[in-house]
T-cell receptor
Framework: DTGVSQDPRHKITKRGQNVTFRCDPI?????LYWYRQTLGQGPEFLTY????????KSRLLSDRFSAERPKGSFSTLEIQRTEQGDSAMYLC????????????FGPGTRLTVT | DQQVKQNSPSLSVQEGRISILNCDYT??????FLWYKKYPAEGPTFLIS?????DKNEDGRFTVFLNKSAKHLSLHIVPSQPGDSAVYFC????????????????FGTGTQLKVEL
């Protein structure tokens, strides 16, 4: 069994460009989460899905950010018109809904906006 | 508004001794707490957790203690090993309203642990 995978691992883009990241969760996990981590901080929650339904979005998720999980399996996170402040590590995690709280994280996508 | 606080950015311990990492929280709705370990260029790895109905949970060299009245938890690592050198994050979760399970995690800022030979 593979863990959570994310692609790409690194992305460098110019300000104003759009970027899209992909996350593949652990296969039997029905919940999928996106977090963002900047230097010196812990991961900050962005949004999560249960199956294909997006159940919560953080105030951090401006209208330039959109996430999808169309078939309840992999998820994509798109950032439109990137800004330098979007530079961060974007982490994806998955879990089983119900009584378990543990989330399992992928390696992250490092975004650098120049 | 930092709801989960790790006030020690770094901690240095000798190999074989005990490492104690501390975490404080302010949100009374948190009912589950987790510790994650993170190496550079990797995602956080789940280490150990504790429910608010317990005050201690042990797994091998790792023990987490929870003091609800003080809104404080700590992670003890005994004995510390060089491979334990990493950033440790404390995280907390509220019970989900819709399904009763955990939802988003709120993380502290992390403590860099260095275990020296």
């Amino acid at each position: 069994d593979t863990g959570v995978s994310q692609d790409p691992r690194h992305k460098i883009t110019k300000r104003g460009q759009n970027v899209t990241f992909r996350c593949d969760p652990i296969s039997e996990h029905n919940r999928l989460y996106w977090y963002r981590q900047t230097l010196g901080q812990g991961p900050e929650f962005l949004t999560y899905f249960q199956n294909e339904a997006q159940l919560e979005k953080s105030r951090l998720l401006s209208d330039r950010f959109s996430a999808e999980r169309p078939k309840g399996s992999f998820s994509t996170l798109e950032i439109q018109r990137t800004e330098q402040g979007d530079s961060a590590m974007y982490l994806c995690a998955s879990s089983l809904s119900g009584l378990t709280y543990e989330q399992y994280f992928g390696p992250g996508t490092r975004l650098t906006v120049t | 508004d930092q709801q989960v606080k790790q006030n020690s950015p770094s901690l240095s311990v000798q190999e074989g001794r005990i490492s104690i990492l501390n975490c404080d929280y302010t949100n009374s709705m948190f009912d589950y707490f987790l510790w994650y370990k993170k190496y550079p260029a990797e995602g956080p790895t789940f280490l150990i957790s504790i429910s608010s109905i317990k005050d201690k949970n042990e797994d091998g060299r790792f023990t987490v203690f929870l003091n609800k009245s003080a809104k404080h938890l700590s992670l003890h690592i005994v004995p510390s090993q060089p491979g334990d050198s990493a950033v440790y994050f404390c995280a907390a979760s509220e019970r989900g309203v819709l399904t009763g399970g955990g939802n988003k995690l709120t993380f502290g800022t992390g403590t860099q642990l260095k275990v020296e030979l």
